[in-house]
């Protein structure tokens, strides 16, 4: 039985089964029943391993194809009508020949099988930020994410009354081919087409597809923003709460950073530290004349490997209960998880994430196919499990960002941290990002690459007309928040991270916040301003660098030295990406940049 009597949801409906037909259509109203129904289903199938109800109540393991790991850039297209409306930096499509090729592949798919009717909305139902979705899919995994990932259920269909427009997503598992996946977004027609894989950000349509990629064309042509961000709150000793969002690319520390612990010293004092996002920020102006955040999300889709009790104390308390693990290893012992870097000491009896018996003798740190977990292995946790969620989580106003943070895996050459000048050189600084890649897509890991603003794979439009948004959102707000670079990455010559990380970024954090409310002088140098390392509270820090000492302020000198030599070729590197790359679409104000730079590293 349908929920809803808005004619373009039926419609949708009626197409999607027409093309697939599948033997039947459920439409999902997010209630516990009928959740419960879905998850026994699949515990039958095998489609998921019902987890330890004890230890883990409500858990359960899902183990993809082999094949199906990550999100495909190469395989994830924009179709829009003109070629150069997707930009340099996309996959482009035709949109006919895109709706062609996808018709071609899923004619018929969903036969025998149940498609799945998922109403969501990104944001809470109601508030100015919230759009909806209609997802169609044929896999119960995505079902299940999907109700954690986003706010499901008839309350969505109702707030879009008879007539009212959505974000239309059809989803067909297929037979996994990978020659045959594709990502497609039409942001002209408010669709997106997925088929062959059943993997996170390819099929959780809600998250990168529509929250991104779509919702970013949509704040381009709106007067908004959509940003792959974290979005987190301090609270000072005095009582006062600031909030920060910071851009950083896929696997490269952002669920961390919305969850970090402050250091003992920190606590103690009174600072605490609040997550109201881990991926994904919607950004508007307030009437205020400042910016304000929401994340559209319900729940995280973070990286399992490296998560433990010390790294991300909060992140393992979100796993405790109603979690769905992907990729993970399963501990026969007592039919929990593992993955690398949760314990010290190996498991002995471990089944690993393609269903084969583990055997951790050879296990060897420096070779990844001898993971038991996959080096993407995620859970998808509900936000409510975080110990540290916002009060403002729900919020449906949002957050002022006094704070937007920049900052990917470098090195060498990005210092710890820096400010931008305003405004604009920040945008430059955003822009001029580069990361190495990660297990988070598939491909090579570890190869340095552009990414501006942590949105190279989810940016829906021209990257130069996203510059051009970032340059006129400026303009709008009367109080923006201060642009920040970081870099948690710095490695020494033995590629050992020279930066403890982690809990201690709440020195970063601090030095930032005193920034925005001019409590802290800085040096100012080619790039920005930069601390000077005294102004970095250390008390307390127990951390011991590979040379067997404890780090220290001459270490902290160290990774915020700017090398004017190393941005002179920086500078040269960044110009060869604007003018070979993004061409003709970048605004003015971020070529005078570019020549400030080469002019302040001469
Ligand atoms: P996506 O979900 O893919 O967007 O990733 P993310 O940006 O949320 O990254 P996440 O916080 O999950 O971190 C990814 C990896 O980076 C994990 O293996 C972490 O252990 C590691 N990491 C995070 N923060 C730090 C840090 O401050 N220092 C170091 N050395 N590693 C970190
Ligand atoms: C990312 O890759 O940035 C993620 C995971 O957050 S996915 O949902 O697969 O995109
Ligand atoms: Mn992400």
């Known amino acids: 039985m349908s929920l809803t009597e808005n004619k373009k949801v039926l419609e949708f409906v009626e197409q999607s089964a027409e093309l697939a037909q599948p033997e039947e259509i459920v439409w999902i109203d997010g209630s516990k029943a009928?959740?419960?129904?879905?998850?026994?289903?699949?515990?039958?199938?095998g489609e998921l391993i019902k987890l330890n109800q004890k230890l883990l109540?409500?858990?359960?393991?899902?183990?993809?194809?082999?094949?199906?790991?990550?999100?495909?850039?190469?395989?994830?297209?924009i179709c829009t009508k003109k070629r150069e409306d997707a930009g340099p930096v996309n996959y482009w499509m035709?949109?006919?020949?895109?709706?062609?090729?996808?018709?071609?592949?899923?004619?018929?798919?969903?036969?025998?099988?149940?498609m799945y009717v998922i109403p969501y909305s990104m944001g809470v139902v109601g508030s100015d930020f919230?759009?909806?979705?209609?997802?169609?899919?044929d896999s119960i995994y995505v079902v299940l994410n999907m109700c954690i990932m986003t706010r499901v259920g008839k309350m969505c269909l109702d707030s879009l009354g008879k007539n009212g427009d959505f974000i239309k997503g059809f989803h067909a598992s297929c037979d996994i081919d990978a020659e045959k996946r594709y990502i497609m977004h039409f942001p002209e027609d408010n669709t997106i087409i997925s088929v062959n894989s059943a993997y996170g950000g390819n099929v959780l349509l809600g998250k990168k597809c529509f929250a991104l990629r779509i919702a970013s064309y949509l704040g381009k042509t709106e007067g908004w923003m959509a940003e792959h961000m974290l979005i987190l709150g301090v609270t000072f000793p005095d009582g006062e709460k600031k909030y920060v969002a910071a851009a950083?690319?896929?696997?490269?520390?952002?669920?961390?950073?919305a969850m970090l612990i402050p250091p003992e010293h920190y606590t103690k004092k009174g600072f605490k530290v609040e997550c109201v996002g881990d991926d994904i920020a919607w950004i508007r102006v307030g009437e205020d004349g400042r910016l304000w955040a929401v994340n559209p999300e319900n729940g995280f889709f973070g990286v399992a490997p490296g998560t433990n009790e010390h790294s991300n104390f909060n992140a393992l308390a979100s796993t405790k209960q109603g979690t769905i693990f992907t990729n993970v290893a399963l501990n026969t012992d007592d039919k929990t998880v593992w993955w690398e870097g949760l314990t010290k000491e190996l498991p002995r009896h471990v089944i690993d994430w393609t269903g084969k018996p583990w055997d951790p003798d050879k296990f060897d740190k420096k070779d990844k196919s001898t993971c038991a977990a996959h080096p993407n292995s995620r859970f998808t946790a509900p936000a409510q499990n975080c110990p540290c969620v916002s009060p403002e989580f729900n919020s449906k106003k949002g957050v002022p960002l006094s704070a937007i943070i920049f900052g990917g895996r470098r090195a060498s050459t990005t210092p710890l941290v820096y400010q931008s000048r305003d405004w604009n050189h920040g945008v430059f600084v955003g822009s001029a990002m580069s990361s190495e890649t990660t297990a988070a897509a598939a491909g090579a890991t570890g190869v340095l690459r552009h990414d501006p603003m942590a949105m190279k794979p989810f940016a829906g439009y021209h990257m130069g007309d996203y510059f051009a948004h970032w340059i006129e959102m400026g303009k709008k707000v009367k109080n923006p928040p201060k642009i920040f670079?970081?870099?948690?990455f710095r490695q020494d010559k033995d590629g050992n991270f020279m930066w403890p990380g982690f809990g201690d970024n709440m020195r970063v954090l601090e030095w930032i916040l005193k920034r925005c409310d001019g409590k802290v002088g800085a040096d100012e140098t080619p790039i920005g301003f930069v601390p000077r390392a005294e102004d970095i509270d250390l008390t307390g820090l127990d951390y011991e660098i590979s040379a067997g000492r404890p780090f220290g302020v001459e270490d902290l000198r160290e990774i915020l030295k700017i090398d004017k030599k190393l941005w002179a070729k920086e500078a040269e590197e960044i110009e060869g990406y604007y003018k070979g790359t993004i061409k003709d679409r970048i605004p003015e104000e971020l070529w005078e940049c570019l020549e400030t730079l080469k002019k302040n590293c001469r």
């Open 57 to 77: 109540p409500d858990c359960y393991l899902h183990r993809t194809k082999v094949n199906d790991v990550a999100r495909v850039e190469d395989r994830t297209f």
């Open 485 to 488: 670079n970081v870099n948690w």
């Open 130 to 137: 919230a759009k909806i979705g209609v997802e169609v899919t």
């Open 34 to 45: 009928q959740i419960e129904k879905l998850k026994a289903q699949a515990v039958k199938s």
């Open 248 to 257: 950083f690319p896929s696997a490269c520390g952002k669920t961390n950073l």
């Open 94 to 114: 035709d949109p006919k020949q895109a709706y062609e090729l996808a018709g071609e592949i899923a004619r018929g798919r969903m036969k025998g099988k149940t």
